[in-house]
């Protein structure tokens, strides 16, 4: 059986074709109308299957001039068709001839039916009695109106389908717009790509921030935008497994187009097809070096603050206790020296009690350590070169770090003067200088080094204490052990040391804190484990002409040059502030509770005794008795007593009109440092 | 620099009581049991002063006196006698046989250096004069 398959969609055709082959039947397909007849007229057909709506010559006008031809009209025409589907249409197709109408779709084995039935039909009838075709006239009055129906119907739907095309693509374009300028006045910056990662879309933040055009990233590998590759791919595990959470921000260094690299802010979406099919990735980039920054400063200068903080406390505490264990101290001591003098030398207990009295002597040197460091010490800054005080140490520095450790002084040309007591200076390079030989263990270099600088106020934001201005700087070098950074934080606490149990006082660097903090300066550290450590202090710049310090007098300190001075007094807490008063004041103190003392210390003494600083009023002997005695030994000696009595227990003890010999309790430092002078210049 | 005293006491106790006090306040002391080794030793270690007792064995406190001011070179060294003898009279005696001054027996430990360096010290504030 030979079928000739009408249709002018191709895979329309092909289906059919497929389905009546599969059938058994021999299958040629045509077109259209025309390109059938063609084939009517060339080959014999036993059926044929028609679409309707059809290019060149429609389905009804094939069947009319099938019907129409006598030659063909035998052979049975199936209508099959999905436009012309209504009752009228069919009863149309019957009317003009056609032998059976089936709506597309229809199941294959329904149409095969159909095409086995009309060929049953077709095979028992007599062609030649085929009812003739209806008339001309209504076959065409009829097919007119169905094409016009047809056409009315088509022109309907066609104008409702472009309406709705117009409306879409409003909502779409609105739509487009909308999000194009979202998408470029985010703030942030967007990356769109697809699955493999490759750049697909950027917005104009993305393009600001990265540099990059679209055209240059566009098809580039996301990586290119990330500053390493392994937290970009740990980013891409964390991702697999929790993409599309909004309030999932991954911190992540990115890169610029011209390398510079930056901390960033990633949330990173899915995106997503018009089936919801993922497609690639979306990600929001914030740059948060401004806020990393301001975190990080923030964290520092409240780390700063907390351990100044401490300071403060500890030093608040230090000063109180090292106070009272002061006092006790004194106790301690007067009464030890109290009883050595009760003992002959040489007896077991008189050595014990000089091992007392040693260390009390020493832990009295301590707590002088730590009223230093609690910035209790009474000092007198005094406008300096701090090249020329620190040369004056570098002799005693070169013994005290020993031969096998270099020194070497690198004084800057030009160097700014200075207001800070001398002693104070002393104090300091000392105690660098004893942990940088301890850090060099025995063998090394150690370079000592004065400086200028000027401190911006970005420097001091880093650095809590420090306000911006001039500095002079001296830092103390070395090449030794280091500090690693946990200790860093703690070298500057009272107690805290590294040295073995008697070998440090962890007192050194505490009064080096202290000092340059009275001084209204700040130390500067920097330590690499096994490379050494630097040390500079910053002491502000003194501007000659400008007002004195808040610990300057309005009256000039006189100082003193290193003369011995002998202080006598029975009130240890006077004797020790006395003390501590000169030695400020740059002299040589030698001090005695007890009259006996005082001889025993000026016997001790190899380059003699210059003054003699008494208590008038004593027990065994007075000032003015030993001011005596001690003449006999000493006729150059000069004398000063002290007293806090009345001026007729002045004039029984023979310092009566010898007032210039007399200070009166209590006193200023002023007025000790005058008359001090005065009695070693007379 | 000479820190040298001279004690002459025949005293165990009583030389020993003044060489500690002496050596306290930064003497050196020499000592001599009696009269005749007092003035051997004067003579030998040129003192800053001399402490005498005058109740002394054999040769008394107003003969050592007079035996040590015959000598030219301590003509100028201070005695000072230590004694016991508190009559009237006996200062006027032991200060006619040359000594600058006298401390009565039994000496105050407490001020004892005091007293005796009146003798020979000079005054703090004439000494700068």
Known sequence: MRILSVDDKEDNRYLVEALLKGHGFEVSSAAHG???????????FDLILSDILMPVMDGFELCRRVKADPGLRHIPLVVYTATYTGSQDEAFALKIGASGFVQKPCEPEALIAIIREVLAASAASDCTVLPEPAGEEEVLKLYSERLVRKLEQKMLQLEQEAQARRKTEEILKQSEMNYRSLFNSIRDAILVSDLERRIINCNQAFVDLFGYTLAEIAGQH???????????????????????????????SFKKKDGQVFPGEVNVFRLRNDEGVPAGFIGLIRDVTDRVRFEEQQKLLESQLHQAQKM?????????????YNNMLSVILGYAQIALNKTKPGAPVHDHLLQIVDAAQRSAGMTRQLLGFARKQTVVPQVLDLNKTVEGMLKMLRRLIGEDVALTWRPAADLWPVLIDPSQVDQIVTNLCVNARDAVKGRGAIVIETGTTCCEAAFCAQHAGATAGEYVTLSVRDNGCGIGPVLLDKIFEPFFTTKGSGQGTGLGLAVVYGIVQQNKGFVAVR?????????TL??????????????????????????TILVVEDEEAIL???SALLTSLGYRVLAAARSTEAIRLAHAEPGGVRLLLADVVMPEMGGPDLARLLLTFYPGLKCLFMSGYADSVITDSGVAGNQHRLIRKPFSIQELAAKVRAALAS | MNRRLLV????????????????????????????ARGVEAALACDPLAILLDIQLPGMDGYAVAAALRKQATLAATPIIAVTSYAMVGDRERILAAGAVGYIEKPINPETFVAEIIQYFSPRWDKAEA
Request: with cysteine; glycine share 10%.
């Open chain 1, 34 to 44: 025309a390109e059938a007849l063609a084939l009517l007229a060339a080959e014999p």
């Open chain 1, 222 to 252: 996301t990586l290119v935008v990330y500053e390493r590759e392994e937290p970009y791919q740990q980013l891409g595990v964390i991702l697999n497994s929790c993409m599309d959470d909004p309030a999932l921000l991954h911190h992540i």
């Open chain 1, 312 to 324: 403060e406390s500890i030093g608040r505490l230090a000063g109180g206790v090292a106070h009272d």
């Open chain 1, 527 to 535: 330590s690499q484990p096994d490379q050494g450590t630097t040390f």
């Open chain 1, 538 to 563: 910053h002491l502000p710049r003194r501007v000659s002409g400008g007002a004195q310090g808040a610990l300057d007098a309005s009256e000039p300190i006189q100082r003193g040059q290193g003369e």
């Open chain 1, 576 to 578: 020790h502030s006395t």
């Open chain 2, 8 to 35: 002459i006491e025949d005293n165990e106790q009583n030389m020993y009581l003044m060489q500690f006090l002496l050596e306290k306040n930064g003497f050196e002391v020499v000592g001599a049991d009696d009269g």
